[in-house]
């Protein structure tokens, strides 16, 4: 779990924002400019296609020293053997995800609120993903803003691994950054980026101008 913590920028796929490339094309980008945590999330993909990339992904990842954890679907972690898996406030709960994958593997949970944070920790995730911070469109069923009151309750009250996630853009990175975070988030920003090696970069340098 000190992986995540271990990284400045968490990186989540979505083919929809993705200007036209593959989902390979662009982690393959993602993979050259550093990035050490992924994310798999495709909301709009049969399981079938998502099998046959995320086992392709699942090589290019462990080739290149990078955490690999899929949104939702367990039994796509478990037949690829992701490192992990990202679950939701309304997805199975993470006891069952545990007796699922096993100790080894890393479980993240979304979390709106202190009360979800404190149920999180009491429930045995690995991380929490801390959000929304800001609006976001990259998924339908988001709730509310929690905006910078959640996040610095998080950082200020608990030590469990966490990563701000939610409309975080290069304009604003450094500002959540400043508010607590270690690790943040980001969707559009990079997979939409038409050079995503240098988005990275300019992320990255946003993020140590902050700490």
């Known amino acids: 779990m000190q992986r995540i913590l ?20 662009v982690v393959d980008a993602m993979l050259k400019a550093g990035i ?3 994310q798999y999330r495709e909301k709009d993909k049969k399981a079938g296609a998502m099998l046959e990339e995320c086992v392709v992904l699942r090589r290019m990842t462990r ?3 990078c955490t690999f954890i899929v949104n939702d679907h367990v039994d796509i972690a478990m037949l690829v053997d992701a490192d992990g898996v990202h679950v939701g406030q309304e997805d199975i709960p993470v006891e069952d995800v545990r007796r699922l994958i096993g100790p080894g593997k890393i479980i993240g949970l979304s979390t709106h609120s202190p009360e979800q944070c404190r149920d999180a920790i009491a429930r045995g995730a690995d991380y929490i993903g801390v959000g929304p911070i800001f ?23 608990h030590d469990v ?4 996630i939610g409309g975080i853009k290069l ?16 969707v559009s920003e990079i997979v939409g980026a038409a050079d995503i090696g240098a988005m ?3 992320l990255r340098a946003e993020i140590a101008s902050a700490r």
């Open 6 to 25: 271990d990284t400045d920028i968490y990186a989540l796929t979505d083919e929809g924002l993705s200007a036209g490339r593959s989902t390979i094309e």
């Open 36 to 38: 050490k945590v992924l």
């Open 63 to 65: 080739e290149a020293g």
């Open 135 to 157: 609006a976001t469109k990259t998924k339908k069923d988001v709730c509310a803003p929690v905006g910078y009151d959640y996040l610095e309750y998080v950082v200020n009250n």
């Open 161 to 164: 691994p966490h990563v701000a």
């Open 171 to 186: 304009h604003n990175v450094a500002d959540v950054v400043r508010h607590g975070a270690r690790c943040c988030a980001l």
């Open 200 to 202: 990275v970069a300019r």
